[in-house]
């Protein structure tokens, strides 16, 4: 029996059961009538054909409604208690559902498709990856899953198909601004993901144009990550704010009804406290040592930054880079270089942390080498100095090579256990509780990551010191003499061969990855001018998010090597009806089992190769072993799910321990409703009193503090009636009146009747939106404060704000670019030249410093420094004398002030702004075929200039055949002789230096900084010398 304090914990809309309504359903109901013909008699009424057929209509309409509890009596709806009481929620409400890790919506949320699976019913469906729009149309008749149009009249016929679509955001909002789906006649749009919904994003953006409309269409919002709403002051209630959501249903794993659906149904769970060797212990002593240090000094040297979420408990956690990035992003730009060193070293000794606990020891000892060189112990914070840090590289050393120094690595302690629960306790499991039953186990071992998968692989097919000595060959650790028990591989020779065929057949399977990747990306086409993936253009990437993210040199091997998901299988070695081989049942069979594991049983499962896991099941009689992932890169969260369902396995292994993994397999078990003795087991091998044990309890706590935060947040939580767009009220802050010109004037209205006369209606501020500009925010918030956004496909500007004031847009990175390739300059021509106002807008990012300073504002990809970029800034002022500059904080700022620029100014028309310039769209788009560095290189040759380029980069085909053609040929393709003598000059005839030219180069090196070591400045000083060399060996 739970408590009360435990119910009145979850939600106090949640425990209340709606009463039983004929009504609750009536939107679902099947309706004859399609929705096509709905929005063609749309505000009319059908001719009464009599009285006595209207009531027969109603009567056969009143038999197909169907209310929600109803709908839950049918045979084919199979959800558990806690999902029905969700179930009943969310359709009889609007509402945000927050749910606990593993404790998926998705049955939920298919039902609540099946539900609105009707062409009468249009429902949208927005903000989903790839995977769950995959995993929700197979779980819904495809008759009623409509795609995405690529043109325009296209997706206006489907909208009015009706039925269920997967869209992205950016299209839908084009499509609602230009009146190409019927909005009014929207039955509803669910929201995926609900956390990540802000104010500035195109999710809320089409919510808003939505509710705008359609006042009686719902909004169903789902999320899985109550975590992400304890970031930030207010989150839940802006989130709902941005939803049109007033109720929010919360279901931790701690809820009363949630442990009810459950607990009758637990798994048979053995629990395995793994002892790590002394030498781990020590390695994690030493790391906890050094990162307590870092932590301790970073805090020293920010005492006036709120850090306190910079702890050794968070550093280990698997969020880590999160927690900082959420901190440190606004405030990147005030520390100093020592922090951003400590940064970078804490994520470091955490990927050395991992390493030693879940990895093997030669793996841990190769990532250890790379941090013991001159060159990292220079760049580093100091921590390579410490005393910990040289017993760090000492017993990572030692668990290689013995005292003698010979190759002989100690075995992941965990192997031990998993070799003695596969050959020993489930073969011992088996006889005792199904003495008569033929049929072989199956058993799921669930990993971390994809390396463990392939090391557990490895270990269950070669043995632990063949898979040692494969590690070592493929890290290039010398092996030098090898210890006595490696004497019986005395092939070490294969060892090396089958490491060669490994990588050859890796390598081409990373190939015909790439192949069908790129084929993919080919495949989408871009849809009225905007691109079908929404994520097509990278973003990019600040100093910040590389330092955390970034690679630790393994992402290639990964890629290559390891995947997500192998099946195994155990030869039969004895001649009985068992299916295991059968070792011993006392403690020395079990370490037997786990020495002799080299003489291994297992062997790989060749069915897998036809991807069909069901029928390679049924074809083989022959035990079955899958080493899984928590997650997939195709299935994500829901990859265990499908594998549970496809398998249905006997023995689950918890090779790491993972809340969300644990979660689904409580539910999956609570869907099965066997009885105790036919109930899965699951074995957790887990490192007690260890950073393994600490990670998993720090996850744990730190969900159930923020459904805590959450659920007391809801208690205080005040909402206004019109939160959810129902009224007009909801939208009263948008200006829906023209207001006082000045104090003056507006004082003198006041004294006629308290200014009434002067609040005339007018209309909205317009502001023409070039159609590539929605990737952006700032759309969003032109729309918020009540202008009127107008997408048009234009070839100059981005946004014209009258008809003679043109406004081009640039972020940070792509200000840098556009001066670097010229673009920029060839645009404020054409601005110039068809508008009497142009204008550079240069917008900051809101979490940003609003000055360009050191290494925010280059981008990676460029070596421009930042008097390059002011100077090409002046230059372009100089050449554009009506040029004017804005420099905008955020888009924030920007909307506010586009409003203020559009003040009693005249509106701009459509038509005109897309026909502007419409005769320099050819020359344009021709330009935009050819790379922009290759085209700059070409502008600065002599010769070379903006009418023949296009001439010579479609002739020319590259600079080598370029430098075969003779001087008559470049002068017909530059149309001009003395143009083609001039280029081939200066790709034929050698220019040779003036006599003190190297001596002046050298010393300007000299004197220049490049960078505060000195070997940056012996690098160039060396290059600049060289090049002088060659210079004078040619003359």
Known sequence: MESEEQKETGADDIDCRPSCSKHAMQNNKVDTESFADKASSAGAEAPSKGEESGFQDDDADLANVMTAEEYLQRKDVQMLEYERQIFLDIVNSDGLIVCAKGLHYDRVLTNVLRVYSDPGNLVLVINCSDWEEQYYKSKVEQKYVHEVATTATERERVYL??????????????????????????????????HTIIESCQEAFALRLYRMRNKIGFIKAFSSSAEAFTIGYGHIERTMRNLFVKQLFIWPRFHAIVQHSLKPYEAQTIELHVPMTQKMTLIQTHLLDIMNYLVREIKRINRLIDLDEITVENCITKKFHKILQAQLDCIWHQLNSQTKLIVADLKILRNLMISTIYHDAVAAYALTKRYRTTEYALGNSGWTLLDSAEQLFKLSKERVYNPQGEFEPEPCPKWKYLAEILKVEIPGDMKRSHPDCLVPPKVLILCQDTRTCFQLRQFLTQGGERFLLYAAMQHEIPIGKLAASYDKLKNVKDIAKALTQLEQSAAAAQANTQKFSSSQKSAKEPIDGIDVDDEGQCAPIDELTQLLTGADGDEQLTATYFQESYMLTMTQLGDGDDTFCVIGTDADAGGAAANNVNTSVFEPFPELENLDITAAVAARNQPLICIQTFKTERDGAMGLDRILEEIQPQYVIMYHCNVTAIRQLEVYEARQHRPAKHRMRVFFLLHARTVEEQSYLTSLRREKQAFEFIIETKRVMVIPEYQDGKTDEAFILYKTYAEAEGLEEANAASRNAGGQASLVPFAAPKIIVDMREFRSDLPCLIHKRGMEVLPVTITIGDYILTPDTCVERKSISDLIGS?????????????????????LLIEFDQNKPFHLQGKYMLSQNTSSTHSDIVQKLQLLTIHFPKLRLIWSPSPYATAQLFEELKLGKPQPDPKQAAAVGIDEAASSTEELKYNPNIYDFLLRLPGVNTRNVHMLMRQGGSLKELLRRTQVELGEMLDSQENGRMLWDALHVAHLPEKDEVSGAAALVAGKSFGNHSRFRRGAAAAVAARGVQRRFKK
């Open 161 to 194: 198909e009706g039925g269920i679509q997967f869209i992205s955001t950016r299209i839908l909002v084009v499509d609602m601004l230009k009146n190409r789906i019927p909005i009014e006649l929207i039955t509803g749009i669910v929201v995926m993901r609900a």
């Open 819 to 839: 001066l670097n390739s010229g673009r920029l300059y060839n645009q404020c021509i054409q601005m110039q030249r068809f508008y009497a106002k142009p204008i």
